[in-house]
């Protein structure tokens, strides 16, 4: 096969699969690979570790309520101390009773709250 053709075609494939390399003006130097240290189990710790789909709001930790459209730690332990307080939610709506949680809060996050 002509050496020509063969250049052409895998410099196609190289285009298709890395639009950042199809970009790239003809002469530019591309950035040289570097290695990176894997993550300390500190870091790791820190990532948040799974998508949140669905939190029981009479079980959820600060951290997950944390995970919350507009909730964030003031607010989530506000949620937990009154939670303690008065025992348990008896609808998603009752997080209202929770000062700085409005209804937009719960509206914006109703699809992953439970009780």
């Keep these: 096969m002509n050496k020509t053709l063969v250049v052409s075609i895998l410099m196609s494939l190289l285009a298709l699969s890395s639009p950042t390399l199809a970009q790239a003006p003809q002469g530019a130097s591309q950035p040289k690979a570097t290695t990176s240290k894997p993550a300390s189990s500190s ?13 029981n709001i009479n079980t959820a930790t600060a951290e997950q309520f944390t995970q919350l459209s507009g909730i964030g730690a003031n607010k989530a332990a506000a949620i937990i101390a009154y939670r303690e307080k008065n025992g ?8 209202t009773k929770v000062s700085g949680i409005g209804p937009a809060t719960i509206e914006k996050n109703r699809h992953l709250l439970s009780n």
Aim: aromatic share 4%; proline share 10%; net charge negative.
């Design 43 to 55: 870091q790791a710790q820190a990532a948040p570790s799974a998508v949140i789909t669905s939190i």
């Design 88 to 95: 348990p939610f008896t609808s998603v709506e009752d997080l």
